[in-house]
Structure formats: structure tokens, C-alpha cells
């Protein structure tokens, strides 16, 4: 193979390579932003469940009948804030986010290295290299099969955030 075939060759690899890059870290934001919302989810409906709960005991201790109104009233808010945290997990719905944000983080500098050392270092070897590339994707592919959906808005903030990292951070290839 020519020297010009296989620079253009690498430089189509590193091309894949870059894009895969970038998507990796926007899916890791993304994650993470969706992980941060559920776990103010989790805590909003933990802490307002706790301040009914404990008013309206203490409205029962008054022992009048508008507190016992009250206490009832409380304590049915409480409930109904309790079974919608069950039957939305945002615990859970916090934790598979934030699995997934790590595992695509985790991508990202897999490939990032990949990108800015590995293609140039690996010029006898040059065979692999499409591999190599092909392991990331199915990688990348394996994440995004197991991990929970991302909404338009966050994936928007995600795609923000990540142009202006690569603005600062950009990948390097010389």
C-alpha cells in the first residue's frame, strides 16, 4: 500500500475516531445531566413525604378537630407522594443514569487516546487500527442499548456543553 493510501486510510480512521469522541462525551453529559435531575427528584419527594409525614403527627398531638382534619389531609399527601416515588424509582432512575454517564466517560477517554496517540504511534500495525475502532462502536453500541432514554432538553444542554468542551479541549492528531 502507498504512503499516500494509508495516511488517507488513518486519517478516514481518525475522522470515525473524532465523532466517536464527541459522541461518547455527549451521551456521558447527557447522562449525568438526567442523573442530577432524578436524584433532585428522589430528594424533593424524600424531604416534602418527611415535612407532611412529621406535620401531620404533630397536628394529632393538638388533639382538635382541625387538626385532626389537617393530619388526615397531611398524611394523605404524604402517602400519595410516597407511592409515586415507588412507582417512578427516581433512586434507580438516578443510579442507571449515572452508570451510563461513567461507562460513556469511560469511552470517551478510551477513544480520545485512541485518537490523539495510538493512530500515530501504531503506524506499523496499521492493520488493527480499523479494529480497533470497530471494538469501540460496538462498545458504544453495548452502552446505549442498556442504558434509559434521554429527553430532547437534556440532550440539547448535553450537545451545548459538549461543543464548548471540544472548543477548549479540542482532539488533537499531528
Known amino acids: ?14 475522522i470515525y475516531a ?24 428522589y430528594l424533593y419527594m424524600g424531604v416534602s413525604s418527611i415535612i407532611f409525614s412529621v406535620t401531620a403527627g404533630t397536628s394529632l398531638l393538638y388533639g382538635s378537630p382541625l387538626g385532626e382534619q389537617l393530619a388526615g389531609l397531611l398524611a394523605l399527601i404524604s402517602s400519595i407522594i410516597i407511592a409515586v416515588s415507588t412507582f417512578i424509582k ?30 500515530i504511534r501504531k503506524v506499523e500495525d496499521e492493520n488493527k487500527l480499523p479494529d480497533e475502532l470497530h471494538e469501540f462502536i460496538k462498545h458504544r453500541d453495548g452502552i446505549d ?28 492528531w499531528d
Open 90 to 119: 427516581p433512586n434507580k432512575q438516578e443510579e442507571d443514569h449515572s452508570r451510563a454517564g461513567f461507562s460513556f466517560i469511560s469511552l470517551y477517554y478510551s477513544v480520545r487516546v485512541f485518537c490523539e496517540v495510538d493512530i
Open 18 to 41: 473524532e465523532i466517536l469522541t464527541k459522541d461518547a462525551y455527549t451521551l456521558g453529559t447527557a447522562h449525568f445531566y438526567r442523573a442530577n435531575y432524578w436524584g433532585r427528584v
Open 145 to 172: 442499548k442498556t442504558s434509559p432514554r434521554i429527553p430532547k432538553g437534556t440532550w440539547s444542554k448535553a450537545v451545548i456543553a459538549s461543543k464548548a468542551h471540544f472548543r477548549k479541549n479540542p482532539i488533537r
Open 1 to 14: 500500500m502507498s504512503d499516500e493510501t494509508v495516511g488517507s486510510k488513518r486519517a478516514n480512521i481518525w
